[in-house]
């Protein structure tokens, strides 16, 4: 059973609205680390191959070790994060995959740097599900997308970071201090994490727009609600049967699907197509990410906000039509032998690819009760990761090896074409389905309000 932790004091509207913020920004910075330490091994993997004499394919193993166990570890943390305490959950996670990453820096061989890159999927699946959960009781529904959008900025730039950090580093000191850099702000941001208070479930349900704290008589209420969280077989029965739910795991899947191949195999085709070092390529890699990060994600989640009082599909409509608009974007940027051409339309379709933040974090959560919220976090990283960013890049991998048949690929010519004929039709079909579950996200929000189940 939880622990009772009153929630933010009523009758003080600054102060509820000034601790949202504070907890926003902690989760902020954790979620920036997260991704910082994520994507150093894309920056580094040059060297890596190098040192292991490893091909394509094994590569993109060690981006699938890291999703596979991150994917099904979020299934146990999401669990405990619906019956537990949140915010420990989140400190655990960081403290562990912290600990992996200092691992991977020490690696010896190509099967101990394999394992401790799973590790690290272990440490990081603890965050994501109980992070999710613990925010948006911190803010009220109408600032949600918004609010998912700011955090998952921290995605962004810490992407960004860990490209040009990692090739910047592995080209002067080697591509193991690259990771060793991240262990230090980690063993910070988990002691931050234990120290944040815990909000009641349900309470950001009853916040007003303006964030005037929740009615006294949920407020003075503990954090362990009286209906207990169903078990979670029962669990994911009742958030699967959510047809716009169904939609978004779908949908999110795909869009995985192309994130994960592209950012891990972009520094690498820049690399071979132009000839650029690994500091170079990280850099460049890093800045197209990090402002198509921010932009779409803030972009998509303030106009689906803007649009959700008008249009209660607002959310699944902005993500359909960016991953509609990426597609020939890609198509265009993948052909292209100038960078004056690549990075522009590159740029472009990263905005649109990462519209779908904001927008598609808040409507899994709004079409379901708040005991189910952290396992429907759990779910959607399972299924997303497992069959979309998993495969992804060793799929990749392999089909730029088939391609090239153990000839050198010149100029990334076979890279560039597995890309090709992978990534656009992905999107393509994502968008598709997004406009497919339009017509059921009105009824699956309104059930969800029905009973105030916490």
Same mark, same amino acid.
């Given at each position: 059973?939880?622990?009772?932790?009153?929630?933010?004091?009523?009758?003080?509207? $600054?102060?509820?609205?000034?601790?949202?913020?504070?907890?926003?920004?902690?989760?902020?910075?954790?979620?920036?680390?997260?991704?910082?330490?994520?994507?150093?091994?894309?920056?580094?993997?040059?060297?890596?191959?190098?040192?292991?004499?490893? $091909?394509?394919?094994?590569?993109?193993?060690?981006?699938?070790?890291?999703?596979?166990?991150?994917?099904?570890?979020?299934?146990?943390?999401?669990?405990?994060?619906?019956?537990?305490?949140?915010?420990?959950?989140?400190?655990?996670?960081?403290?562990?995959?912290?600990?992996?990453?200092?691992?991977?820096?020490?690696?010896?061989?190509?099967?101990?740097?394999?394992?401790?890159?799973?590790?690290?999927?272990?440490?990081?699946?603890?965050?994501?599900?109980?992070?999710?959960?613990?925010?948006?009781?911190?803010?009220?529904?109408?600032?949600?997308?918004?609010?998912?959008?700011?955090?998952?900025?921290?995605?962004?730039?810490?992407?960004?970071?860990?490209?040009?950090?990692?090739?910047?580093?592995?080209?002067?000191?080697?591509?193991?201090?690259?990771?060793?850099?991240?262990?230090?702000?980690?063993?910070?941001?988990?002691?931050?994490?234990?120290?944040?208070?815990?909000?009641?479930?349900?309470?950001g349900d009853v916040l007003s727009p303006s964030m005037d704290g929740p009615i006294p008589e949920l407020a003075e209420r503990p954090v362990h609600a009286e209906v207990p969280a169903p078990p979670f077989m029962t669990a994911v029965r009742q958030i699967l049967t959510v047809p716009t739910m169904r939609v978004a795991l779908i949908a999110q899947t795909m869009n995985f699907f192309v994130l994960g191949a592209a950012v891990l195999w972009f520094p690498t085709l820049l690399?071979?197509?132009?000839?650029?070092?690994?500091?170079?390529?990280?850099?460049?890699?890093?800045?197209?990410?990090?402002?198509?990060?921010?932009?779409?994600?803030?972009?998509?989640?303030?106009?689906?906000?803007?649009?959700?009082?008008?249009?209660?599909?607002?959310?699944?409509?902005?993500?359909?039509?960016?991953?509609?608009?990426?597609?020939?974007?890609?198509?265009?940027?993948?052909?292209?032998?100038?960078?004056?051409?690549?990075?522009?339309?590159?740029?472009?379709?990263?905005?649109?690819?990462?519209?779908?933040?904001?927008?598609?974090?808040?409507?899994?959560?709004?079409?379901?009760?708040?005991?189910?919220?952290?396992?429907?976090?759990?779910?959607?990283?399972?299924?997303?990761?497992?069959?979309?960013?998993?495969?992804?890049? $060793?799929?990749?991998?392999?089909l730029s090896d088939s391609i090239g048949s153990g000839h050198k690929d010149t100029l990334g010519q076979h890279l560039g074409t597995a890309l090709q004929f992978t990534l656009p039709p992905m999107i393509l079909a994502a968008g598709i389905v997004c406009f497919l579950g339009l017509r059921y996200v009105k009824q699956d929000t309104d059930a969800a309000e029905q009973p105030m189940a916490v």
């Open positions: 059973m939880a622990i009772a932790v009153p929630a933010p004091t009523v009758g003080a509207p $600054s102060r509820v609205r000034s601790y949202a913020k504070h907890v926003l920004w902690i989760m902020f910075a954790i979620n920036f680390l997260n991704y910082m330490d994520r994507f150093i091994l894309p920056s580094v993997l040059s060297s890596i191959q190098k040192e292991f004499r490893i $091909s394509d394919f094994q590569a993109g193993l060690l981006a699938t070790a890291f999703t596979l166990v991150y994917a099904v570890a979020a299934l146990p943390f999401g669990i405990w994060a619906d019956r537990g305490i949140r915010k420990n959950v989140v400190a655990t996670g960081v403290g562990l995959w912290s600990l992996a990453t200092l691992m991977t820096g020490a690696a010896g061989s190509f099967f101990s740097l394999f394992i401790s890159r799973a590790a690290v999927g272990v440490g990081e699946a603890g965050y994501y599900p109980a992070g999710t959960s613990l925010l948006v009781d911190y803010f009220p529904k109408e600032k949600r997308a918004w609010m998912l959008g700011v955090w998952n900025v921290g995605a962004s730039i810490g992407v960004a970071f860990g490209f040009a950090i990692g090739g910047l580093i592995a080209d002067h000191l080697g591509w193991r201090w690259a990771f060793y850099f991240t262990v230090i702000p980690g063993a910070i941001c988990t002691i931050l994490a234990f120290r944040i208070r815990e909000p009641r479930r349900g309470c690399q071979r197509r132009f000839e650029m070092s690994q500091s170079k390529a990280g850099l460049i890699s890093g800045a197209v990410l990090v402002l198509a990060g921010i932009i779409g994600t803030l972009g998509g989640g303030w106009l689906a906000d803007r649009l959700l009082p008008r249009i209660p599909s607002a959310r699944l409509l902005v993500t359909g039509w960016a991953f509609i608009i990426s597609a020939p974007l890609l198509v265009v940027s993948l052909l292209a032998n100038s960078l004056a051409v690549l990075i522009p339309l590159f740029f472009l379709a990263g905005i649109c690819l990462q519209a779908y933040h904001g927008p598609m974090s808040a409507l899994m959560q709004d079409v379901v009760t708040p005991r189910l919220r952290a396992v429907a976090v759990a779910v959607s990283l399972i299924v997303a990761h497992v069959l979309g960013d998993a495969a992804s890049p $060793s799929l990749v991998g392999a």
